[in-house]
Nanobody, 127 residues
Framework: QVQLVESGGGLVQPGDSLRLSCAPS????????MGWFRQAPGKERQFVAG????????RYTDSVKGRFTISRDNAKNTVYLQMNNLKPEDTAVYYC????????????????????WGQGTQVTVSS
């Protein structure tokens, strides 16, 4: 069974940067769509970014476009989320997820399309 382990969260000030990493184990990483989701206190979990198996297609929620970048290194079995110019509203637990499904476009945004999830890593943006 696949396990997803996120790392890289922390406490930062507005305007700072963080890079999250996620390393799935137990499966051929390069076959799967990878996604990042986040859940703020008292709110539902929401899609942040997704990347195709080859890395050639990426998708972002509007609030992070131009600030966050999702990427993957299939040789290292790792997906990254580079977060720049962080804002207090980015504070949340960030989750990595994967799916073996062949999906496209808006399907990346849907939690139900992902089959495995990490335990989450806390990102807090505060002055």
């Amino acid at each position: 069974q696949v396990q997803l382990v996120e790392s890289g969260g922390g406490l930062v000030q507005p305007g700072d940067s963080l890079r999250l990493s996620c390393a799935p184990s137990g499966r051929t990483f390069s076959n799967y769509v990878m996604g990042w989701f986040r859940q703020a206190p008292g709110k539902e979990r929401q899609f942040v970014a997704g990347i195709s198996p080859s890395g050639t297609y990426t998708r972002y929620t509007d609030s992070v476009k131009g600030r966050f970048t999702i990427s993957r290194d299939n040789a290292k079995n790792t997906v990254y989320l580079q977060m720049n110019n962080l804002k207090p509203e980015d504070t949340a637990v960030y989750y990595c997820a994967l799916t073996p499904r062949i999906i496209g476009g808006p399907a990346y945004d849907k939690e139900r399309n992902y089959d495995a999830w990490g335990q989450g890593t806390q990102v807090t943006v505060s002055s």
